[in-house]
């Protein structure tokens, strides 16, 4: 075999050397073309080439460094340290994170080129600018801190529910209702509650009666809206022994004299006859009641929360309501959402009920995913208690261990879309839908309400007729079987 020699450029044909010069030419472009920089010194670590990308990653001009030693560059602060000088002492690839004058953080990965005799006769160093890099991770690290407030946050807000009381919230708006409700607590002034029936007005009056400097005193809820009016004034500041024929003869206290030094919630508060709306006035003015049949005034140290679905505004317009009641009910209103509107709290409430209704029963049932997302498109115009009734009913009546969508009742559930298929047949008279959109309307209110009275007075009808009504349109349903 011939020994190997270095060819010498003497050696070489023209063509050899155009090929040669077109081979460095590519070369230099592909260095040129490189997205990291390239910075390269000769074994005594002087600078003999930088690419652009370099020039772009650390703002030094090829111009300038051009010859200079690396120690000079070092030593003036040019670099922080340099990858080329340990390279040279080792004798072993190196990288280290370099920063510049102008504030920029690199990573530098410095290698040695040895020649035959194992001297090193340049060191190639790649440069990569990690400055974006950092200020990423630094950002990610700010994310991550105010997450973890936010998160920290939002279970102390759900400790203290689940601690304070049943109530079940995990919809960012309802979350922020409850913040509110908490620094209300705090301080002892007048709460009105507004919302739809069934939103869950008594929960949130609890709560705050719960978070209150009240809380080891009584929290009584009056129902304005189901107490006799011919009874309702001795109900809540009781009345003297011979007040009237048939009472007590010990006489009777009364529920704000009962509540001393706790929390009355007055619930429906617009049911208040006009003549019990000038006696509240007085209580909240005064602190002081007089019971029926008595001349003594008493004090009385309660904190009242009141509640309704009415618009009071509307009901002071039309004089069924007093205004000057109605600006100190009004200190501090909070409007409760309806459900439709804060839907992340539809399936924690349907697990909440589901596991309340299986201890009750002694079941095991679990619901499916598929029952579960009808339930949420569903618009639940009894809010909270038309969930709590209709989950009650789904564990009763499913058959097996799984509630599946076809467990749901069906005419409640897609109540909207029947509706709607009726009217838009094509075999159908006037007569008719107007009976079907009747039909749907009483079956809704009395699904919302719960009860006779309470869905004829939704509906703007006597109760009688509303029975009268219900009767005759299940008969006709059930010979239409």
């Not at 230099?28 to 003999?48: F, K, L, M, P, R």
């Not at 030693?69 to 340990?86: A, K, R």
């Not at 019990?276 to 209580?283: G, I």
């Amino acid at each position: 075999m011939q020994s190997r020699e270095l060819l010498k450029f003497d050696d070489l044909s023209q063509e050899d050397m155009d090929t040669l010069r077109f081979r460095i030419k590519q070369l230099y472009q592909v260095i040129e073309s490189s997205y990291d920089g390239i910075y390269i010194t000769d074994g005594n670590a002087n600078t003999i080439f930088l690419n652009r990308s370099y020039e772009e990653i650390t703002g030094m001009k090829r111009n300038e460094m051009i010859g200079k030693n690396m120690e000079y560059l070092e030593n003036n602060d040019y670099i922080s340290q340099s990858g080329t000088l340990m390279v040279l002492n080792s004798g072993k690839n190196v990288t280290i994170e370099q920063e510049f004058k102008s504030g920029k953080t690199v990573l530098v990965s410095s290698s040695p080129i040895f020649n035959d005799k194992g001297d090193i006769t340049m060191v190639v160093t790649n440069v990569r600018d990690v400055t974006e890099l950092y200020e990423l991770k630094e950002q990610l690290k700010k994310n991550k801190e105010l997450t973890e407030k936010y998160y920290s946050q939002v279970e102390a807000m759900r400790n203290q529910l689940l601690n304070f009381s049943d109530l079940v919230a995990e919809d960012n708006e309802m979350l922020y209702i409850l913040e509110i409700a908490e620094k209300v607590a705090k301080v002892d002034t007048t709460v009105l509650l507004l919302g739809e029936t069934g939103v869950g007005k008594e929960k949130v009056a609890k709560y705050i009666h719960k978070n209150s400097t009240r809380k080891s005193r009584s929290f009584i809820k009056i129902d304005c809206g189901a107490i006799p009016e011919n009874l309702i004034e001795s109900e809540l500041f009781g009345y003297e022994k011979g007040a009237f024929t048939g009472a007590n003869r010990y006489g009777k206290i009364g529920l704000f004299e009962l509540a001393n030094g706790g929390t009355i919630f007055l619930d429906e508060v617009g049911e208040l006859p006009l003549n019990m709306q000038v006696k509240l006035l007085r209580v909240l003015q005064e602190g002081e009641i007089k019971k029926v049949g008595g001349t003594d005034t008493i004090k009385v140290d309660v904190r009242i929360i009141a509640a309704t679905n009415r618009n009071l505004e509307d009901m002071v317009k039309k004089n069924t309501f007093r205004e000057d009641l109605y600006y100190r009910l009004n200190v501090v209103p909070i409007t409760i959402l309806p459900l439709r509107k804060r839907k992340g709290d539809i399936e924690p409430l349907i697990n909440h009920f589901l596991n309340t209704f299986n201890k009750k029963y002694h079941f095991n049932k679990v619901i499916t995913c598929g029952a579960i997302n009808c339930l949420k498109e569903y618009r639940w115009p009894g809010n909270v208690r038309e969930l709590r009734n209709i989950i009650e009913r789904i564990v009763i009546m499913s058959s097996g261990d799984n509630i599946l969508k076809s467990d749901l009742p069906i005419k409640e559930i897609w109540n909207n879309q029947q509706v709607k298929s009726q009217f838009h047949s094509d075999n159908i008279t006037l007569k008719e839908a107007v009976e079907n959109l009747e039909q749907s309307l009483i079956e809704s209110a009395f699904e919302k309400c719960g009860n006779v009275r309470s869905a004829a007075k939704e509906l703007g009808i006597d109760a009688s007729t509303l029975v009268r009504k219900r009767k005759r349109y299940k008969n006709k349903h059930m010979l239409q079987k």
